[in-house]
């Protein structure tokens, strides 16, 4: 690629980064056993405000983890948006569960409540609202529904290190949330997931099942068909490096999204993320909305900022697209999903980079036809 080509997104790894996994790696407990993984866990969950936190090996088996812990099997129903990443659904349909698709709010690009109150039946066992592109679900309106008829809310935070929900972080808003460390999340552990939960006993039926369900009292005897869903204690001490700079990341997150307000001429039907007054996002993508795109022009756009050296990517598919999980389009998430794009935002962006973006982008959209 050329020098000056802006990509999506790269991950921040630093000095710290680099002492904590080198002290790991020279320690010699390389494995899924070390001081790493109970710092990362310990300082995690205070960092969400939960009693308790379980590293795991990615943000996917720790949903399945999480579902598999509510006990979870054929016949139950799981509702979750219809617009996220793959893996939510996923997880459902590991369980042997089925994956109910709900529509999104136009806004927060979150579970829209009514369309999830609409869709609840005497075998919904649990609610996943995604705090999608790092903005929180509306958790009060979610969890008032779920408790009404007596179902668990599990938050796909995988997106949304940081975020808050009236004040209160997300992670801690339900039965359990789930965060994932991929390579372009918030903070990184190359691969890895976290466990987030204020219940002892789901935190303790989680930690065994993760580990095989061996019984603690007979080595090699499994009550269960657990898993091994570990994190190592290398990834560990990246995650513990990262954690120490997240408010850093997170800041330079709602900075570079400033920057993008101030450069894109937004208007009624050009717009950047929405962000409701009850809530703060991290911000983990710069959504790019245009009302009278249809797919083709969205992929045309996003060709054209890439033949000016800038990536970006389209918004995730509809589940209900897929062949797994088709069905009738919901009409907001389909359209969103056809006409969305997110653009480059990374830690060491700079903001000339943004100035540079803006500008393509408004050249861009002027050329056709948009503004
Ligand atoms: C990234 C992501 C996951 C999965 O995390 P992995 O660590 O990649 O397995 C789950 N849900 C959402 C919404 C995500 O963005």
């Known amino acids: 690629m050329a020098d000056n080509f802006i990509p999506i997104s790269k991950p921040a790894i630093g000095p710290r980064e680099r002492e904590l996994v080198l002290a790991a790696l020279d ?22 405000g939960t009693r308790y936190a379980l590293a795991v090996s990615n943000g996917t088996t720790g949903l399945h ?28 349909a590991y ?26 039946t005497p ?3 649990a609610i996943i609202p995604v705090h999608l592109y790092g903005h929180p679900a509306d958790m009060d309106a979610l969890t008032e529904i779920a408790d009404s008829y ?16 009236r004040g209160r972080r997300v992670g801690g808003l339900g ?14 552990t190359g691969e890895g997931g976290m466990l987030t939960t204020d219940d002892q006993e789901f935190w303790q039926r989680a930690k065994r099942l993760r580990d095989h369900a061996m019984s603690p009292t007979r080595r090699y005897f499994h009550e269960d068909r657990g898993f091994n869903y570990r994190i190592t204690n290398l990834q560990a001490a ?26 894109i001429s937004a208007n009624s039907e050009v717009r950047l993320n929405r962000v409701k007054n009850w809530a703060k996002s991290a911000y983990w993508m710069v959504c790019l909305e245009v009302d009278s795109f249809d797919a ?35 009409p907001v998430a389909g359209r969103k999903a056809q006409t969305g794009l997110n653009l480059p935002s990374y830690f060491e962006m700079t903001k000339s980079d943004v100035q540079r973006i803006g500008s393509d982008v408004n050249d861009i959209l002027k050329s056709m036809g948009v503004m």
């Open 296 to 330: 083709a022009q969205r992929d045309e756009f996003m060709r054209l900022l890439k033949a000016r050296g800038i990536d970006s990517r389209p918004y995730f598919c509809s589940m209900s697209s897929m062949p797994m999980y088709q069905q009738a389009a919901l």
């Open 150 to 165: 007596g179902i668990a809310v599990i938050e796909d935070a995988a997106e949304a290190h940081g975020a808050e929900y």
């Open 27 to 48: 320690s010699g407990w390389v494995s899924s056993i070390g001081e790493y993984i109970d710092r990362f866990e310990e300082e995690f969950a205070k960092y969400c």
């Open 238 to 263: 990246l995650g513990v490096a990262q954690l120490e700079r997240i408010d850093e990341f997170l800041n330079r997150r709602a900075e570079i999204m400033d920057w993008y307000r101030q450069a």
């Open 123 to 125: 075998r919904t066992k």
């Open 175 to 188: 039965k359990c949330g789930v965060f994932s460390f991929y390579g372009n999340k918030v903070i990184t």
């Open 95 to 120: 369980t042997g569960a089925t994956p109910v698709l709900a529509d999104i709010d136009p806004d927060t690009l979150c579970l829209d409540p009514a369309s999830v109150r609409a869709l609840i």
């Open 65 to 92: 983890l999480a579902l598999a812990t509510l006990g979870l099997t054929q016949g139950d129903e799981v509702i979750v948006p219809d617009l996220t990443f793959v893996a939510t659904a996923n997880a459902v």
